[in-house]
């Protein structure tokens, strides 16, 4: 499977984006977010209906991935923050 963007857009030091995507169940989705900017940190976030953090990218590097395995059909939340800098950045889905 292809990675495909999903969205894109700027954010400042401590801004979040959230975007609401439906995952399939047993199947493995790879969340990539990349920054233009070396000097940010941007983390990633994967939240069930409920807000429950699924997956999750707090490392210290400018872009920021993680994969996950959903157990069940169903919306989901993806969240981009910028944790230092700003930068314009892409969100894939592979």
């Known amino acids: 499977m ?9 954010l400042d030091g401590g801004d979040i984006k959230v975007y609401r995507v439906r995952f399939k169940a047993e199947l493995t989705y790879y969340i990539y977010v990349k920054t233009e900017k070396i000097s940010a940190d941007f983390d990633v976030y994967v939240m069930d209906e409920n807000k429950n953090v699924v997956s999750k990218d707090e490392s210290s590097a ?19 923050r910028s944790a230092k800098g700003y ?3 892409q ?4």
Do not use: N, Q
């Not at 292809?2 to 700027?10: A, D, E, F, N």
């Open 62 to 80: 400018h872009d920021a991935r993680c994969t996950i395995t959903p157990r069940w059909t169903g919306e989901f939340f993806i969240v981009v």
């Open 87 to 89: 930068s314009r950045y």
């Open 91 to 94: 969100l894939y889905i592979g």
């Open 2 to 10: 292809g990675m495909r963007l999903v969205g894109s857009g700027y």
